[in-house]
């Protein structure tokens, strides 16, 4: 497994977010995490990536534990809503930010970013800065910082919240396409219900600081707390 998490609980102020939340995650695949706004999908993400502290409960990327390993050491990659590139950096240089950390050889770099802006549609753009791109070019370039250092897992907090619809639709079918093609592993959180259903290779609910993890989308539309087949209902009447 990817990612195995084990009885994670986490209280704010006394007050519960998560409770007894436990799931495996196999390699290659997505987890989308449905949820209302407020309902604790950020709160598990940071935990997963050590930014916040579980009160309770254990967390394995790759086999290894890792609750008491910091960030940068988990494997794990947060992508906020909102992407955050380095402003006085090209887009070239914020995807190959990573491998200059790791101190990877000049030629190296160079390739790696290259294959990764060419398969983000952003090789024409390799030389602007971020203020120069569209919101969903930042987010692509976003992605390739994300991806060109091969994290265990891709923790996406709901990150085409931000973008039109148009745009929203295009990320999407790019992202399934990258994950593919990199055999990702992410969890995916969303409020939105196609898009979860659209994201996901696997399903899940986040309700109430429990998470119910659906072994099928059967089972996912028939569990009337997701509200998909209320969508479908809706939908079949206005076919004549």
């Given at each position: 497994?990817?990612?195995?998490?084990?009885?994670?609980?986490?209280?704010?102020?006394?007050?519960?977010?998560?409770?007894?939340?436990?799931?495996?995650?196999?390699?290659?695949?997505?987890?989308?995490?449905?949820?209302?706004?407020?309902?604790?999908?950020?709160?598990?993400?940071?935990?997963?990536?050590?930014?916040?502290?579980?009160?309770?409960?254990?967390?394995?990327?790759?086999?290894?534990?890792?609750?008491?390993?910091?960030?940068?050491?988990?494997?794990?990659?947060?992508?906020?809503?909102?992407?955050?590139?380095?402003?006085?950096?090209?887009?070239?240089?914020?995807?190959?930010?990573?491998?200059?950390?790791?101190?990877?050889?000049?030629?190296?770099?160079?390739?790696?970013?290259?294959?990764?802006?060419?398969?983000l549609d952003l090789g024409a753009h390799a030389g602007k800065k971020s203020e120069e791109l569209s919101g969903g070019q930042r987010q692509r370039a976003a992605f390739g910082r994300a991806l060109i250092i091969n994290p265990s897992v891709l923790l996406l907090d709901e990150p085409f919240g931000n973008l039109d619809v148009e745009t929203r639709a295009e990320m999407q079918q790019l992202f399934k396409k990258i994950a593919t093609e990199y055999h990702i592993t992410a969890v995916f959180v969303t409020h939105d219900l196609k898009e979860a259903v659209r994201m996901g290779d696997r399903l899940s609910l986040l309700e109430n600081g429990r998470l119910q993890v659906f072994e099928h989308l059967d089972a996912?539309?028939?569990?009337?707390?997701?509200?998909?087949?209320?969508?479908?209902?809706?939908?079949?009447?206005?076919?004549p």
């Open positions: 497994m990817a990612i195995e998490v084990r009885h994670i609980s986490r209280a704010f102020s006394g007050t519960p977010v998560l409770t007894d939340l436990s799931f495996d995650l196999p390699t290659g695949q997505t987890l989308a995490v449905l949820g209302r706004s407020g309902c604790g999908k950020t709160t598990l993400l940071k935990i997963i990536a050590g930014l916040l502290d579980a009160d309770n409960g254990s967390i394995h990327i790759g086999g290894r534990n890792v609750e008491h390993e910091p960030p940068q050491q988990r494997g794990a990659v947060y992508l906020y809503q909102e992407p955050l590139l380095f402003p006085h950096l090209t887009v070239f240089e914020n995807v190959a930010f990573g491998l200059r950390l790791r101190r990877e050889t000049a030629s190296h770099v160079r390739e790696r970013t290259s294959r990764m802006l060419e398969h996912f539309i028939r569990d009337p707390r997701t509200g998909m087949q209320a969508e479908i209902n809706f939908w079949n009447t206005l076919v």
